[in-house]
């Protein structure tokens, strides 16, 4: 909270809104509206999958921008260098590459990428993404609240895989997205785990579809020594139902849909997938 009050009144910031291909398309205009503030130069949808993503390619020239609405008596230098701060795991590293590979055309990954939170550990060296003018990139580690008070919002970090999997517990982070999914009516789960109708508790569904799908695996059994028994597997399925659902599978999720009113008004603790570069 103390970085991003200091940082934004300090500095001109854009925020782009990544993986915009698991967003839904109609609730894009509303959330932008509810976003922007006096303290936002822009908001910007992303995708960078995508080759010829029009908001990726209109990034540096709205950053170009605000560098030439620098004081005039401010010190020039040669160069400009713009930091990329958000949360872990929302493609921080993957949009530099992106952006200087579609400046420079030059390949290879200055910036390590990797689909895990916590990957980036340290700010790095600075990265040229642009000749005409000349802008370095300083990628940085993901920025998140030291304390998450907020089950709601916790759950939703975990879902978009910001926190590591393990620390919350794939099952829990399941059961979570099942109960979103449901109250929403958003069924398409059922089929794609091999259900035969929808689900209201995480570990009955994930055992359902592990029988199903033959997705077993074989324990001991301490009730009968050295006995074994075969079980259905419940982590693998978890792991395949957040797979899906982060790879859009399940639908086009907004899950701060609730946050959201037609005009554009939004609740005060929105959590999207956020980048911001000063």
Same mark, same amino acid.
Request: glycine share 6%; aromatic share 6%; with cysteine.
């Given at each position: 909270l103390t970085f991003r009050?200091?940082?934004?009144?300090? =500095?001109?910031?854009?925020l782009i809104?990544?993986?915009?291909?698991?967003?839904?398309?109609?609730?894009?205009?509303?959330?932008?509206?509810?976003?922007?503030?006096?303290?936002?130069?822009?908001?910007?949808?992303?995708?960078? =999958?995508? =080759?010829?993503?029009?908001?990726?390619?209109?990034?540096?020239?709205?950053?170009?921008?605000?560098l030439n609405m620098r004081p005039k008596d401010s010190f020039l230098k040669p160069f400009s260098t713009v930091l990329v701060v958000g949360i872990p795991n929302v493609g921080k590293s993957s949009l530099?590459?992106?952006?200087?590979?579609?400046?420079?055309?030059?390949?290879? =990954?200055?910036?390590?990428?990797?689909?895990?939170? #916590?990957?980036?550990?340290?700010v790095g060296e600075r990265i040229r993404v642009c000749d005409s003018p000349c802008i370095y990139l300083l990628d940085s580690p993901g920025i998140?609240?030291?304390?998450?008070?907020?089950?709601?919002?916790?759950?939703?970090?975990?879902?978009?895989g910001t926190l590591q999997d393990h620390l919350v517990g794939e099952e829990h982070i399941c059961d979570?997205?099942?109960f979103w999914?449901?109250?929403?009516?958003?069924?398409d789960y059922v089929e794609l785990m091999g259900l035969q109708e929808p689900e209201d508790d995480g570990t009955i569904m994930l055992a359902k579809s592990a029988i199903s799908q033959r997705k077993l695996k074989t324990v001991r059994d301490?009730?009968? #020594?050295?006995?074994?028994?075969?079980?259905?597997?419940?982590?693998?399925?978890?792991?395949?139902?957040?797979?899906?659902?982060?790879?859009?599978?399940?639908g086009l999720v907004n899950l701060d849909t609730d946050m959201f009113k037609g005009d554009g008004s939004k609740s005060p603790h929105l959590i999207n997938r956020k980048v911001r570069v000063y």
């Amino acid at each position: 909270l103390t970085f991003r009050e200091n940082l934004n009144k300090s =500095r001109p910031h854009i925020l782009i809104l990544n993986k915009m291909d698991l967003f839904p398309e109609a609730e894009r205009d509303s959330v932008k509206r509810a976003l922007l503030d006096d303290n936002l130069v822009d908001v910007i949808w992303t995708n960078c =999958r995508d =080759r010829d993503d029009p908001g990726m390619t209109s990034i540096i020239s709205k950053v170009s921008k605000q560098l030439n609405m620098r004081p005039k008596d401010s010190f020039l230098k040669p160069f400009s260098t713009v930091l990329v701060v958000g949360i872990p795991n929302v493609g921080k590293s993957s949009l530099i590459n992106k952006l200087r590979s579609f400046h420079l055309r030059v390949g290879g =990954r200055p910036a390590a990428v990797a689909a895990k939170p #916590g990957h980036t550990r340290a700010v790095g060296e600075r990265i040229r993404v642009c000749d005409s003018p000349c802008i370095y990139l300083l990628d940085s580690p993901g920025i998140s609240v030291p304390q998450i008070t907020d089950m709601h919002s916790g759950m939703k970090l975990a879902a978009c895989g910001t926190l590591q999997d393990h620390l919350v517990g794939e099952e829990h982070i399941c059961d979570y997205l099942l109960f979103w999914l449901n109250i929403h009516q958003c069924f398409d789960y059922v089929e794609l785990m091999g259900l035969q109708e929808p689900e209201d508790d995480g570990t009955i569904m994930l055992a359902k579809s592990a029988i199903s799908q033959r997705k077993l695996k074989t324990v001991r059994d301490i009730q009968r #020594g050295s006995g074994l028994k075969i079980i259905p597997d419940i982590k693998l399925s978890a792991s395949k139902f957040l797979r899906m659902f982060r790879s859009g599978k399940l639908g086009l999720v907004n899950l701060d849909t609730d946050m959201f009113k037609g005009d554009g008004s939004k609740s005060p603790h929105l959590i999207n997938r956020k980048v911001r570069v000063y």
